[in-house]
């Protein structure tokens, strides 16, 4: 048994020496169209301009206030106080501004509505900053 795990293991390791340095050249003479080529650019992936806050979940349309659930893995500024908000449907059409307000307990946040008309459930976001 141990003779035969040595052999096997001797195997992979020769096999594995015989063939690691060896590299093989393209077929059909595309070392000359590679070479002539530019380098690719390389593209930086970053954020988008809109930040995900949550879900709208209640709204009271006397006193204007707005009830977030916030997002489990949502990444909320430290000035998120006194921030625009935008809420949308899952279409992104916008359907309301809002103001928000200090108060955020665990994910809930509060907000103010300042103009437009939010539904239940329409995903809130960060107003993207003017240039």
Do not use: H
């Not at 070392?31 to 970053?46: D, F, H, L, R, Y």
Request: net charge positive.
């Amino acid at each position: 048994m141990r003779r035969a795990f040595t052999f096997a293991l001797c195997s992979l390791l020769l096999a594995g020496c015989a063939t690691g340095g060896k590299t093989s050249a393209p077929k059909g003479g595309a070392t000359e169209t590679a070479a002539a080529s530019p380098p690719a650019k390389s593209t930086q992936v970053v954020p988008g301009p809109v930040e995900v806050v949550g879900r709208v979940i209640a709204i009271d349309p006397r006193s204007l206030t707005v009830v977030i659930d916030v997002a489990p893995y949502a990444s909320l500024p430290a000035t998120l106080a006194g921030r625009v908000l935008i809420t949308r449907t899952d279409d992104l059409r916008p359907t309301a501004r809002l103001e928000s307000s200090p108060y955020l307990r665990g994910r809930t946040l509060g907000a103010r509505m300042l103009a437009g008309k939010p539904q239940i459930g329409d995903e809130v976001v960060i107003a993207p900053a003017a240039p």
